[in-house]
């Protein structure tokens, strides 16, 4: 019983105090269930973030759903999927119940929020940063990011296609080092 409160408070506490959304807690995420509590190792962590990724909804929902699972079956991944949605279900109400005009349009506020922004996306880009270094920063990783990111930005293709383009890339060209190898 124990572990279904620590998994809930420590994605409770997570979704309370990250601001920027679900990429902005990855870092978070990592650093509780990976480096502290050590419930998930580095490379485990990693295929549950790719995973996250590709699957609907949002990442660190579903980041905690699979965390959940893993630890304890389908019942922890629902306590921890509660702690995560939790703060911000209560935030949520709690700003549709208090915010108005005068707070809105308070220049403290808004000054406020300008300088968490580049927080937010830098706490975006350490994940990405720790996902190339657990794919082993070297070159082909590091171009791939790269190329992905660049072509979606740019020329504004669907990261859905350039997911797929990868993964058979990633296919066939393990398959040619495959048959390279055995010969």
């Given at each position: 019983?124990?572990?279904?409160?620590?998994?809930f408070?420590?994605?409770f506490?997570?979704?309370?105090?990250?601001?920027?959304?679900?990429?902005a807690?990855?870092?978070?995420?990592?650093?509780?269930?990976?480096?502290?509590k050590?419930?998930?190792?580095k490379?485990?962590?990693a295929?549950?973030?790719?995973?996250?990724?590709?699957a609907?909804?949002?990442?660190?929902?579903n980041?905690?759903?699979?965390?959940?699972?893993?630890?304890?079956?389908?019942r922890?991944?629902?306590?921890?999927?509660?702690?995560?949605?939790?703060?911000?279900?209560?935030?949520?109400?709690?700003i549709?119940?208090?915010?108005?005009?005068?707070?809105?349009?308070?220049?403290?506020?808004?000054?406020?929020f300008?300088?968490?922004?580049?927080?937010?996306?830098?706490?975006?880009a350490?994940?990405?940063?720790?996902?190339?270094?657990?794919?082993?920063?070297?070159?082909?990783?590091i171009?791939?990011?790269?190329?992905?990111?660049?072509?979606?930005?740019?020329?504004s293709?669907?990261?859905?296609i350039?997911?797929?383009?990868?993964?058979?890339?990633?296919?066939?060209?393990?398959?040619?080092?495959?048959?390279?190898?055995?010969q």
């Open positions: 019983m124990r572990i279904y409160f620590e998994i408070w420590s994605f506490k997570i979704g309370a105090f990250t601001i920027g959304g679900g990429y807690m990855i870092p978070l995420i990592e650093a509780e269930v990976v480096n502290k050590k419930w998930v190792a490379d485990e962590f295929e549950m973030l790719a995973l996250a990724q590709s609907p909804g949002p990442i660190a929902i980041t905690a759903v699979f965390v959940g699972h893993k630890l304890k079956g389908w922890c991944s629902i306590v921890s999927m509660l702690g995560a949605i939790l703060p911000s279900f209560i935030i949520i109400v709690f549709a119940l208090f915010f108005n005009s005068a707070i809105k349009n308070n220049e403290v506020i808004e000054r406020i300008k300088g968490i922004r580049p927080v937010v996306v830098a706490l975006i350490v994940p990405a940063f720790n996902m190339l270094i657990n794919a082993g920063l070297k070159f082909k990783p171009a791939i990011a790269t190329t992905a990111t660049l072509v979606i930005c740019l020329l293709v669907s990261p859905i350039v997911m797929i383009t990868a993964g058979v890339i990633g296919l066939v060209s393990g398959m040619y080092s495959q048959k390279i190898n055995s």
